[in-house]
């Protein structure tokens, strides 16, 4: 899915960078009585009515602070938007294939700098440098010089059989809804974009740098990685990250498909003007599509903290360590490409699927048809904050996006108050 790109800063965003005061026990009664306090507040933003229903979650590495839902699911027949409320996640899934990939590593199935040709039965070569080897790093670190195209954003996406369409908008500005008949595998569509006289295959579906030179986001070459993961390990994706992820961390309400979750507390996605979109499946599935609820991502975003600080369960700690580790350098970057500013910025230094900003936070953002999310942790406090809503993000005048924002900061303004231990253990996977 295209990555959200959320260009305004809101100053009270860095006050998280701030502020590592040891924090005192805190009584039940009164923990109860904060976690009040930031519902009501919460919940007097989404009664602006500019968001229609959103889930948040705050963890550290010892599981949840908070977690709620606010607004509604379905604004038609009023049904609440909860903590256990799925619905897709976007490009936040593509560290799941970075989860996946660093098991595929610790199986014995691949290493990050082999050739991807070792593993696919078509040819994937950029016509502009066909001697240049691209690797799993390169498609690891979105530097593998695949782009997407026209024939991404109008070819992958897939209207779910046997739904509604009555007072559904099938018509979307950015992506293309296509017949459910038009869905093929994920290895098909791969080959028809980057095989040479394949069926999508277009000169713009590959850059003109060389692999590993600069760094360009690229949904396709996410997409490549999950396949390159189900050829190295026998095992299509979805089942691999069911056995290697969902599983063990119990997130039991999350799944690829809408045939893996319970469609009955599925929200239903809306477009900038709130028309009601179609439920939608994606081709390219790995790099966007994920189906969770908050309550599964606050165990994901619990396990990634903890494995940040060396005590991870789904990896081992030298695992964890490379999949963290930051990839890149400024000369991946074109001039003034980065934002030194934004604090939630992942693409500013790049690691495996997930990515650091400049101001101390890792993680990854998101957003699709009707969806945008967020999910970031404090590297010093250790701290993370999760966020999804089921519409689009902006509108003209961008009120939208800054109540996005607001939510965003209100969780900051409660994380000390709901933390009782000192923030400023030092980063174990520092660099030097």
């Known amino acids: 899915m295209k990555k959200i790109a959320l260009l305004l800063i809101i100053g009270i965003a860095c006050s ?19 976690k009040d306090s930031l519902t009501i507040e919460l919940d007097s933003i989404q009664k602006n009515g500019l968001i229609n229903g959103f889930a948040v979650a705050m963890v550290d590495q010892d599981g949840v602070l908070y977690k709620k839902g606010f607004g509604f699911s379905n604004t038609e027949t009023k049904e609440r938007y909860s903590e256990n409320t799925i619905q897709p996640i976007a490009s936040v899934s593509k560290t799941l294939i970075g989860i996946a990939l660093m098991k595929a590593k610790e199986l014995g199935k691949l290493n990050l700098d082999d050739p991807i040709q070792d593993y696919l039965a078509f040819k994937v070569i950029n016509p502009n440098y066909p001697n240049e080897i691209i690797t799993i790093r390169h498609l690891a670190t979105h530097t593998s010089g695949i782009n997407d195209g026209d024939q991404y954003m109008n070819k992958a996406w897939v209207l779910t059989e046997n739904q509604d369409l009555t007072n559904v908008s099938t018509d979307y500005p950015e992506q293309q809804f296509n017949p459910f008949e038009s869905y093929i595998s994920m290895d098909e569509y791969l080959k028809a974009y980057l095989q040479e006289n394949g069926a999508y295959y277009k000169e713009e579906n590959y850059l003109n740098f060389k692999p590993g030179e600069r760094y360009n986001y690229s949904n396709i070459g996410a997409t490549l990685c999950a396949l390159v993961i189900e050829k190295a390990t026998g ?71 903890k494995g940040y600080s060396g005590e991870g369960t789904l990896l081992k700690k030298d695992s964890y360590k490379e999949f963290f580790s930051e990839q890149l350098n400024e000369n991946h970057f074109a001039k003034d490409e980065r934002n030194a500013n934004h604090p939630f910025n992942g693409d500013y230094n790049p690691a495996i699927f997930i990515g650091h900003s400049a101001l101390g936070f890792i993680g990854h953002s998101g957003g699709d048809a009707g969806v945008a999310t967020w999910m970031y942790f404090n590297k010093d406090k250790k701290t993370g904050r999760y966020l999804v809503i089921n519409c689009d993000m902006g509108n003209d005048d961008r009120s939208r996006e800054l109540e996005y924002y607001a939510i965003w900061d ?5 994380f000390d108050r709901l933390t009782v231990k000192n923030s400023t253990q030092e980063n174990v996977y520092n660099n030097n």
């Open 410 to 414: 209100k969780m900051d303004e409660y």
């Open 16 to 34: 998280s960078c701030n502020q590592n005061k040891k924090q005192p026990h805190i009584p039940i009664n009164e923990k109860q009585a904060i």
């Open 235 to 305: 095992q299509a994706f979805d089942s691999f990250t069911k056995e290697h992820i969902l599983k063990p961390l119990g997130m039991n309400s999350s799944g690829w498909k809408l045939a893996d979750v319970d469609i009955k507390k599925h929200s239903r996605l809306y477009r900038n003007d709130n028309t009601l979109l179609p439920f939608y499946t994606v081709i390219t599935y790995p790099d966007g599509m994920l189906i969770s609820s908050s309550s599964d991502m606050a165990k994901y975003l619990t396990e990634l903290i």
